[in-house]
Nanobody
Framework: QVQLVESGGGLVQAVGSLRLSCRGS????????GGWYRQAPGKQRELVAR???????NYADSVKGRFTISKDTVKNTVYLQMNNLQLEDTAVYYC???????????WGQGTQVTVSS
């Protein structure tokens, strides 16, 4: 059974920083893809950042240069370092894991990030 447990969300002032963590069980981030998505009120869920098994990354244009995705294969954890946070970054952030060969996807429960002015 795959479980993804997120932590690190909260309330932060604009231009501040937060680091989200996603610890996985039942799936190894070292050999699969880990990523972060977000969903703001009234909007569709969107990709924020993704890190595949080969170390390749993808970022949404809106977060390039501000957010960094990384992983610790020993801890089986994926991180999202978010710097220079803006009001429009306010959303529920979801951890995602995708199996390399089958493409099966799994989701965490979500963690709220609120950026205030």
């Amino acid at each position: 059974q795959v479980q993804l447990v997120e932590s690190g969300g909260g309330l932060v002032q604009a231009v501040g920083s937060l680091r989200l963590s996603c610890r996985g069980s039942g799936i190894m981030f070292g050999g699969n893809t880990g990523g972060w998505y977000r969903q703001a009120p009234g909007k569709q869920r969107e990709l924020v950042a993704r890190l595949d098994y080969g170390g390749n990354t993808n970022y949404a244009d809106s977060v390039k240069g501000r957010f960094t995705i990384s992983k610790d294969t020993v801890k089986n954890t994926v991180y999202l370092q978010m710097n220079n946070l803006q009001l429009e970054d306010t959303a529920v952030y979801y951890c995602n894991a995708a199996r390399r060969w089958l493409g099966t996807q799994y989701w965490g429960q979500g963690t709220q990030v609120t950026v205030s002015s």
